[in-house]
């Protein structure tokens, strides 16, 4: 990743537009110097300072040593995953992927907030929150290479299926915290999108549903600066996403989504008012957790294409050495326990890469199962067409050696 001048999550409007002046859009970049000046756009809360320390005016997050660490192992085992899912990808032992290097924190963070009885609404990048949710990495393996299982969250664990097409999470995730609400539970539902998502007509029912009916949500938009290739300043006019919640009548926070202890604590706040607030709060809030896509959007992208690499400024927010920094700092972490962790954690990565390469390769009629139980006809019909296709060329047209 180099150094760069465009493509910045927080910057001034811009006029570029990638297809119409690819060349333009990198070079005539607004004066970046601005970004913090826009009228009206408050700083992400932070507790860590990008070397990892923590800020005069914040106070760390009320967790145990223990906890602490135990955070920072799901950020490297995050990193790892990541890592070792784009490599087998690229051998053609995965089907595509949506990279999240430099999006750990705001999923490790978050995700740590939630209490077991609380749920997860995820996209299709959500593999780190899942797995602090107690998903097993064999589990996120399968639902990569192809099996239906992997998708089907075993009872007791509060995860949804991941969702691919844009914010059809929303109202869902707002329709089950009303349920919730209505049988009088106590669980609060967070709903994870993106910066894309906010410009999709879901986003606005889901959030304005949720004031009127004041449902027990924590929304998460992971502004990662980009929609595929599309950068956040084309996405709004608005200074921030997290302004838009007042339109709705709830409250609206900016965190900065690449410090972990950050978003734990502005998660945790929310996910508290969503179960207990106070005489003059709604329960809803939206948060806007500010970060970076160092990768491609999935591995099916070329990023190359539209920016130029990740900017300096981004690479230095890393989550992973800020923690690290943190945990050192604070006397939690040696280099003998570094070791041992990353060991651990690779050793769970491998495991976990042989045991879903060992189960049976799934029917290819498996896709057309567990959606309708009565299959529309276009289903119908592409089921026939695969049946044709078996006629044609055999068992053998579907066998692969992976
Ligand atoms: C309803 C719908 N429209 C279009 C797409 C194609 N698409 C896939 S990802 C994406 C961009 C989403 O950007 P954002 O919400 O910022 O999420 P990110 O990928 O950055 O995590 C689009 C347009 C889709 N999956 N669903
Ligand atoms: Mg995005």
């Not at 992973?320 to 006397?331: C, I, N, Q, S, Y």
């Not at 890469?353 to 276009?378: G, N, S, W």
Request: proline share 7%.
């Amino acid at each position: 990743m180099s150094a760069q001048r465009s493509g910045s999550n927080d910057e001034p409007h811009s006029d570029h537009h990638p297809k119409r002046d690819r060349r333009s859009n990198r070079s005539n970049h607004p004066d970046r110097s601005n970004r913090q000046n826009r009228p009206n756009r408050p700083a992400p809360r932070q507790v860590l300072d990008d070397e990892g320390r923590v800020l005069p005016d914040a106070t760390e997050p009320d967790l145990t040593g223990e906890e602490l660490l135990e955070m920072y192992e799901y950020l490297v085992l995050a990193r790892r995953f990541d890592e070792r899912a784009i490599s087998l990808q690229r051998q053609g032992r995965l089907a595509t992927y949506a990279p999240m290097g430099g999006q750990e924190a705001a999923q490790v963070g978050s995700a740590f907030a939630l209490d077991d009885a609380d749920w997860t609404y995820p996209t299709y990048r959500e593999h780190a929150a899942k797995l602090v949710r107690g998903l097993d990495v064999e589990r996120v393996f399968l639902a990569l290479r192809g099996h239906g299982e992997g998708d089907a969250t075993p009872e007791g664990y509060n995860v949804m299926p991941e969702y691919i097409p844009i914010s059809t999470q929303i109202p869902q995730a707002v329709g089950a915290a009303w349920a919730t609400k209505l049988k009088g539970g106590t669980a609060a539902t967070l709903c994870y999108f993106g910066d894309g998502a906010t410009s999709e007509g879901d986003f606005h029912e889901g959030l304005n549903f949720a004031g009127v009916f004041d449902t027990p949500n924590v929304f998460f938009c992971n502004n990662n600066g980009w929609a595929i290739s599309v950068p956040r300043e084309r996405q709004t006019a608005s200074a921030t996403i997290a302004e838009k919640a007042k339109a709705y009548g709830f409250e609206g926070v900016r965190v900065d989504g690449m410090d972990p202890l950050a978003v734990y604590q502005v998660t945790k706040e929310a996910v508290e008012k969503a179960k207990n607030p106070d005489e003059d709060e709604l329960r809803p809030t939206l948060i806007e957790a500010v970060q970076y896509r160092f990768g491609a959007h999935t591995t099916a992208d070329d990023p190359d294409r539209y920016r130029d690499g990740v900017p300096e400024e981004w690479l230095a927010k890393d989550p992973l050495p800020r923690m690290e920094a943190f945990l050192r700092e604070t006397g939690r972490l040696d280099d003998e326990a570094a070791e041992a962790l990353s060991a651990s954690v690779e050793t769970r990565i491998d495991e976990a890469i042989a045991a879903a390469e060992a189960a049976p390769r799934p029917e290819p009629d498996e896709v057309f199962e567990y959606v309708h139980a009565e299959p529309t006809p276009q289903l119908r019909r592409q089921r026939a067409s695969l049946d044709d296709l078996r006629d044609a060329h055999g068992e053998a047209a579907f066998e692969s050696d992976r």
